[in-house]
C-alpha cells in the first residue's frame, strides 16, 4: 500500500477551479487529505474511562498491621483517618495544603500494604482494560497514594503533575465504601466526562483511569466514605501519547469530513482498507484490533458529529488474466460485501464499488489472497481468476441501500 503517513495534512478548498476539473481535483484532495489523517492515527479518541465491576479481589488492605475489612465501615474509616495526612496539591513550584481547594486525606504509598498475593494479577487486568480503551501500549502501574474522602470532601480542578518520568496517566480504583456525591468531571478541549462512583459503591468496585493532562475535579461527597487506591501510569517504551494527542487528531478529522460535506456533498461513501482481516461472524467495531479499532471508533466518533454514518465491510477485488498473462481490464471488479454497522448490524450484502470510492493505491500490488486455476477447454486452459480481500471502514454521507 503506498501510503505516507508523514506528510502534513492540507486541506484545499479547491474554489479556483472548473466545475469539472475542480470536482476531480477535490476529490483528490480529499481523499489525500482523508487518508493521511487515519494513517496517522494511534489511539482511540477516548482521553477518560469508567468501568465498574460487580466481581473482584480484595487487595488485602493493611495499615500499621491492621486488616482494614471491605467493604469499609466507619471504625475502620476513622482507623485510615487518623494514621493519614491532608492531602496537598502543587501550586507552582511548591506543594501545599489548603483545605478550601482540596480536601482530602492520603497515605503515601510507602505507608500502607496491599497484602493478598492475587491482588497483583487482577490490577494488571484492569491497567490492561484501562491501557486498551485509552489505546495505550507498553505501561506499568507504579502505586503511589491511598486516599479517604469523608464528607465535604473535594478537589477544584487540576491536571496530574508527572510525578515521574514517563508518567502518562492516572489509575484510580475505588474499594467498596458506601458514599453519595463525589463525581468526578474530566475535561480536555471540548471533551468533557462525568464519571460517577456513588451508585454502586456499597458492595463494588469502580476503576478510572484517565491521561496526565486532562483537567479533572472532584465534586464534594455529600455522604460516607470513598476509599481509593491511585497508580501512576508509566510509559515503559519510546513513543508516548497524551490527550492532546487524541484531541489534535479528533480535529484534523473532523476538519476533514467537514470540508467533505462543503466541498462535496454528493460523494456519498469512501473506504479506508484496515491492517487485519476478519471474518463475517468477528466483524463489528468492539472485535476490531490495535489501529483498526482506533481508526473505526475516531471514524465512528467524529463522523456522527458531523453527520456522517460509519460502516464496516469486507471488500473482495477480483482480477482475470487474459490468454497472455496480462490483466483483463474488462473482467476487474471490486465489491464491497457483508456491510455492517459498527455494532454488528447487518445492513446490504454487497455493492460494487469504483476507483474513486478507495483511499490509497497499490492496494493490489501483492500476493492474491486466493485464486481460481484456468480450467481446461480444448488443448489449452483459461486463465487464472485472481482475489484480495480487505477488510474496510467506511464513512457514508448518506444511504441508498
Given amino acids: 500500500m503506498n501510503r505516507n503517513p508523514e506528510a502534513p495534512i492540507e486541506i484545499s478548498d479547491g474554489s479556483s477551479e472548473s466545475a469539472s476539473e475542480g470536482d476531480g481535483d477535490s476529490l483528490n484532495q480529499l481523499k489525500s487529505d482523508l487518508l493521511r489523517c487515519l494513517d496517522k492515527i494511534q489511539t482511540t479518541g477516548h482521553v477518560a474511562v469508567s468501568k465498574q465491576h460487580d466481581a473482584f479481589i480484595n487487595p488485602g488492605l493493611m495499615i500499621a498491621d491492621t486488616l482494614i475489612p471491605l467493604p469499609l465501615v466507619p471504625r475502620d474509616?476513622?482507623?485510615?483517618?487518623?494514621?493519614?495526612?491532608?492531602?496537598?496539591?502543587?501550586?507552582?513550584?511548591?506543594?501545599?495544603?489548603?483545605?478550601?481547594?482540596?480536601?482530602?486525606?492520603?497515605?503515601?504509598?510507602?505507608?500502607?500494604?496491599?497484602?493478598?498475593?492475587?491482588?497483583?494479577?487482577?490490577?494488571?487486568?484492569l491497567l490492561e482494560d484501562a491501557a486498551r480503551n485509552l489505546a495505550m501500549s507498553e505501561v506499568r502501574a507504579e502505586p503511589y497514594k491511598l486516599l479517604l474522602y469523608e464528607e465535604g470532601s473535594f478537589f477544584k480542578r487540576h491536571k496530574d503533575s508527572e510525578k515521574v518520568p514517563g508518567m502518562v496517566g492516572t489509575l484510580v480504583i475505588c474499594l467498596p465504601s458506601k458514599h453519595e456525591g463525589g463525581s468526578v468531571h474530566l475535561s480536555h478541549i471540548g471533551k468533557k466526562y462525568v464519571f460517577e462512583t456513588d451508585k454502586t459503591s456499597a458492595f463494588g468496585l469502580t476503576s478510572l483511569s484517565w491521561f496526565s493532562d486532562v483537567t479533572h475535579e472532584i465534586k464534594p461527597l455529600t455522604s460516607g466514605y470513598r476509599l481509593v487506591l491511585t497508580y501512576n501510569i508509566i510509559h515503559t517504551g519510546h513513543r508516548q501519547i497524551s490527550a492532546?494527542?487524541?484531541?489534535?487528531?479528533?480535529?484534523?478529522?473532523?476538519?476533514?469530513?467537514?470540508?467533505?460535506?462543503?466541498?462535496?456533498?454528493?460523494?456519498?461513501?469512501?473506504?479506508?482498507?484496515?491492517?487485519?482481516?476478519?471474518?463475517?461472524?468477528?466483524?463489528?467495531?468492539?472485535?476490531?484490533?490495535?489501529?483498526?479499532?482506533?481508526?473505526?471508533?475516531?471514524?465512528?466518533?467524529?463522523?456522527?458529529?458531523?453527520?456522517?454514518?460509519?460502516?464496516?465491510?469486507?471488500?473482495?477485488?477480483?482480477?482475470?488474466?487474459?490468454?497472455?498473462?496480462?490483466?483483463?481490464?474488462?473482467?476487474?471488479f471490486t465489491e464491497l460485501e457483508d456491510i455492517i454497522t459498527c455494532d454488528g448490524l447487518a445492513v446490504c450484502n454487497s455493492i460494487d464499488l469504483e476507483e474513486d470510492d478507495i483511499l490509497g493505491s497499490d492496494l493490489w500490488d501483492r500476493d492474491p489472497d486466493s485464486e481460481d486455476e484456468g480450467e481446461f477447454t480444448g488443448n489449452e486452459s483459461m486463465p487464472p481468476t485472481l482475489r484480495y480481500h480487505d477488510t474496510v471502514g467506511s464513512p457514508w454521507t448518506c444511504l441508498y441501500f
Avoid at 494514621?83 to 489548603?98: C, H, I, L, N
Avoid at 461513501?269 to 473505526?296: F, M, P, Q
Fill in 77 to 125: 474509616a476513622e482507623t485510615i483517618r487518623n494514621a493519614s495526612r491532608q492531602a496537598p496539591f502543587g501550586k507552582g513550584d511548591e506543594t501545599v495544603v489548603d483545605t478550601s481547594v482540596r480536601n482530602t486525606w492520603e497515605l503515601d504509598h510507602t505507608q500502607f500494604t496491599v497484602a493478598n498475593p492475587a491482588w497483583k494479577v487482577y490490577l494488571a487486568s
Fill in 244 to 332: 492532546s494527542i487524541v484531541g489534535k487528531q479528533s480535529e484534523r478529522l473532523r476538519s476533514v469530513l467537514l470540508k467533505w460535506q462543503s466541498n462535496l456533498p454528493f460523494r456519498e461513501k469512501l473506504v479506508y482498507v484496515l491492517e487485519h482481516k476478519y471474518t463475517k461472524s468477528s466483524l463489528k467495531l468492539s472485535n476490531l484490533k490495535g489501529r483498526d479499532r482506533a481508526i473505526c471508533k475516531s471514524l465512528y466518533e467524529v463522523g456522527l458529529s458531523c453527520g456522517f454514518t460509519i460502516f464496516l465491510g469486507r471488500m473482495t477485488r477480483t482480477e482475470s488474466e487474459d490468454y497472455d498473462g496480462y490483466l483483463d481490464e474488462d473482467n476487474n
